[in-house]
């Protein structure tokens, strides 16, 4: 099986230690290394194969845009960053992509779903239709742990419905007729997840878009129940959702 050697560039330790974590769940991604500036990932290039760079783009010495466009023949990027305004000059550079610090697993692996093993450019889609699928979804369900009751449930983000607001805590409905409440307000329940299939409709719901049965410019069905789009988001959501984002 052909494996995709990465390299991180990234002069934050934990943000590097996060990546290397990612890196290492996935099976057709190999972890290569991690350097702490772009001269140091220059002398690394001289001796190691690299396919994957992840490069962050505020280094010290030599930042990381500047240090791509020293490259002859560059290895596929994935640019990581917290400022999004280098978005446009990254990709003018033809990289995969761009990931806005923070970032969770399932953008990584939208991200990395972009890569190319071979000549085979890899895309989200189906595992049995595409013998190079880079993530097979059956082993790579994302989850986590909610503390209801004193006890810590597991949460698989593929099974929410949507969330609703109850102040100091969230419902999270899932599909199945099951819930869990616990204790978040909506705005840290959505960075804690970081997940792009939940879609904000209102300060009081997030919605999961590929669990929407259907939708009018003021609610959304969903999982059988009707929800309101608040005013301030009632043009976007629509947007969104026709586009298929």
């Known amino acids: 099986m052909t494996k995709l050697r990465c390299l991180v560039i990234e002069d934050e330790p934990l943000a590097a230690e996060g990546l290397e974590e ?26 190691h194969p690299v396919d994957v760079l992840f490069l962050d783009i505020h280094l010290p010495k030599l930042k990381g845009l500047d240090f791509l466009k020293t490259l002859q023949h560059p290895p596929q990027v994935i640019l990581t960053t917290a400022y999004h305004q280098y978005a446009l000059e990254g990709y003018e550079l033809n990289v995969v992509d761009y990931l806005l610090k923070p970032f969770g697993f399932p953008r990584f692996l939208a991200a990395v779903n972009k890569l ?33 009751n004193k006890r810590q449930v597991k949460v698989f983000n593929d099974e929410i419905l949507y969330v609703e607001s109850l102040k100091e805590y969230v419902k999270i409905v899932l599909v199945g007729n099951k819930s869990v409440v616990t204790r978040f307000q909506l705005g840290e329940f959505e960075a804690h997840l970081h997940d792009p299939n939940l879609l904000r409709i209102h300060r009081s719901y997030l919605v999961a878009k590929d669990k929407i049965e259907a939708f009018t410019a003021t609610e959304v069905e969903v999982g059988g129940a009707k929800l309101p789009i608040g005013r301030s988001y009632q ?4 947007e969104v959702l026709l586009a298929g984002r």
């Open 22 to 47: 990612f890196i290492r769940q996935v099976p057709l991604l190999e972890f290569a290394g991690a350097c702490g500036d772009a001269l140091s990932a220059l002398e690394f290039l001289k001796n």
């Open 235 to 238: 043009g976007g959501v629509g």
């Open 116 to 148: 190319a093993v071979g000549s085979v450019q890899l895309a989200v889609g189906s595992p049995g239709n595409n013998p190079q699928y880079l993530i097979p979804n059956t082993q790579f369900r994302v989850s986590h742990f909610f503390n209801e």
